[in-house]
């Protein structure tokens, strides 16, 4: 396996286990509700994989074409991202299009993507293909068209140089506007083997997930990572766990799951939606890790997952946290396995109002408690800075950074954008602190709210919101509107709900209000009360807090008041 001290055995990412040792030991297993197991052998992933490679080759696809896969999640778009490798394309995979996405801001987004990253062609299903291909200026390849294309032998393209970009993963938000993160074959080795080394990666662990591959979690903790290792994949799609979120609990069953990653909202998701009679009987005694990469991670929900599911054999020590991003590949911190994360109870009212993270005691009103992401994996280091990127001491808040030897080469052809500071470093616009080598990530800069003096930060509020009785869980979002009278920032939540009765809409409106002020000693000056799929979500499933804003400043008619447009 890639480790530490076998590294130099690996030079590119066609160098994994699963192309190298061709065998019958199952690559993925793929699931789907109410239908048959597929099971995927290693010689099977690697012949499957040339195979597209030779079609991908015989539309003229080559080494340093970038290559947009737009599908549903399902074993072709596996292959089409390795066939690319195979050619020396460089591959990026991309939602496709869904009802939570608009359908006209995302076409022209597609377009733009297309225009300026010069991509040679998109591969996405015959349905999609037949509505992109009059709007972007580049081949728009069907499963259909791409399956009739004639077979030539694969182009026998020069092995890549470890220091070539391998694939781009894209950031969270609307298509045309996201930034390409440029990952060299080099940066994402160096990750697989130092965050294998971190989680105690074993040729037996059975890795589970239903993670969306065109977000870094999903592409490398539950993708590449076990194919470059050899370590036998279990995978489903997104929609089809969001809909049947019990699938995951069964799969880990059957297959004796062993790590897993989640986001918050997926602890809630299985704890509020599966059904005692379809958990019952079900036993997760196998699982060493499911690993919380949220920022922030939320106490509760890890609670709430571990109380529910208690019964099927989930412990404190499973429950693990890593602090990730695509800029570094994936993880840059990772909790110890096999123990509890730290739990850091901490004087909110003075977080507020000091930026700073001073202890408290239980019996605190204003105690909350922060979860810990770990320490950072072999090979990265971070940091606490201040606007001037000066280093801060222990449980000073400020911007983390960091440094290492996986991070990006750059953001794709957009040479107007540096990522790194003057010292190498890359600054991540993360909020945190740290103690010790524990990093605590508390939210995002740009989302940082100065009400009357005090740091607010939005996700604290979010949470609170998200536990008042007829709000719909997950669907609500705060954020500042600058008041210029009063020279400070006015906290306003959006929350979707479905009742429409009046009455049930003042009290909902009244607790909000009520509960914020209670638990976070700050005021709410605006509450809008919506219906379901209002809130405008990112392509990687998060709620888009600055869309949103300016979604409701324009409908309230109070983007005069915005000073950022």
């Known amino acids: 396996m890639l480790k530490l001290d076998t590294r130099q055995s690996f030079t590119t990412l066609l160098d994994a286990l699963t192309l190298t040792e061709a065998d019958d030991r199952p690559a993925i297993t793929y699931l789907a509700t109410d239908e048959e197991p597929i099971v995927v052998t290693r010689r099977v992933f690697r012949e499957t ?30 292959y089409l991202f390795w066939g690319c490798l195979l050619v020396g394309a460089i591959p990026s995979m991309f939602p496709t299009l869904t009802e939570k996405l608009d359908p ?20 996405t299903t015959d349905e999609f293909a037949s509505l992109l291909r009059p709007v972007v200026g580049c081949p728009v390849l069907g499963s259909r068209k791409l399956a009739a294309v004639e077979l030539t032998e694969t182009s026998k393209s020069e092995r890549p140089s470890p220091d070539e970009v391998a694939f781009l993963q894209h950031s969270s938000g609307t298509t045309g506007l996201q930034k390409g993160v440029a990952l060299s074959h080099e940066a994402v080795l160096n990750q697989v083997a130092a965050y294998s080394e971190a989680v105690a990666l074993s040729e037996t662990d059975v890795i589970v997930s239903w993670l969306p591959l065109y977000h870094d979690m999903g592409l490398i903790a539950g993708f590449l990572m076990p194919l470059i290792q050899g370590v036998h994949l279990v995978l489903m799609s997104p929609f089809d766990w969001v809909r049947h979120p019990s699938l995951l609990l069964h799969a880990i069953d059957r297959y004796q799951g062993t790590l897993c ?64 991003m695509a800029e570094n590949v994936f993880a840059v911190t990772q909790t110890p396995p096999g123990m509890p994360a730290r739990l850091d109870l901490i004087d909110n009212a003075v977080l507020q109002r000091e930026a700073y993270a001073q202890t408290a005691t239980p019996d605190d009103p204003a105690a909350q408690t922060r979860v810990s992401c770990g320490k950072p994996i072999p090979g990265t280091a971070v940091y606490v800075v201040d606007g001037e990127g000066n280093a801060l001491p222990d449980r000073m808040v400020g911007e983390l950074a960091i440094a290492g030897n996986c991070l990006l080469t750059g953001y794709y052809r957009r040479p107007d954008l540096d990522p790194f500071t003057a010292d190498g470093r890359y600054r991540t616009g993360d909020l945190g ?15 940082l709210i100065i009400n009357a003096g005090k740091n607010v930060y939005p996700q604290d509020i979010e949470a609170i919101v998200n536990g008042v009785d007829g709000v719909h869980p997950g669907r609500a979002v705060v954020f500042g509107v600058p ?44 509450v809008e009360l919506v219906g379901p799929k209002w809130l405008l979500k990112t392509s990687s499933g998060k709620i888009a807090r600055l869309a949103n804003r300016e979604k409701w400043l324009h409908e309230s008619g109070r983007l005069s008041q915005s000073s950022e447009n």
Not at 280 to 299: D, K, Q, T, W
Not at 495 to 523: F, G, L, P
């Open 49 to 78: 994989a040339e195979r597209y490679a030779a079609a991908l080759t015989a539309t003229g696809i080559g080494p340093h074409d970038l290559v947009i896969i737009a599908h549903t999640q399902n074993l072709e778009s596996i």
């Open 104 to 123: 006209d801001v995302y076409m022209g987004n597609m377009a733009d993507l297309v225009r300026l990253s010069d991509v040679a062609a998109v591969l």
């Open 261 to 324: 990653w989640l986001p918050n909202f997926a602890y809630n998701h299985c704890a509020r939606r599966i059904r005692k009679r379809d958990s019952g009987g079900l036993s997760l005694s196998s699982m060493r890790l499911f690993i919380n990469c949220s920022e922030p991670v939320r106490y509760d929900s890890h609670e709430l997952f571990r109380e529910r599911f208690a019964d099927n054999g989930v412990r404190e020590e499973m429950l693990g946290v890593s602090y990730a």
């Open 433 to 447: 602190y740290m103690v010790g080598d524990d990093v605590f990530v508390i939210g995002r800069t740009k989302d």
């Open 483 to 526: 008041d210029e009278r009063e020279g400070t920032e006015l906290l306003a939540v959006v929350a979707e709900v479905t009742t429409e009765d009046i009455d049930e809409r003042h009290r909902i409106n009244r607790t909000i209000r009520k509960e914020v002020a209670t638990q976070s000693a700050v005021t709410v000056t605006y």
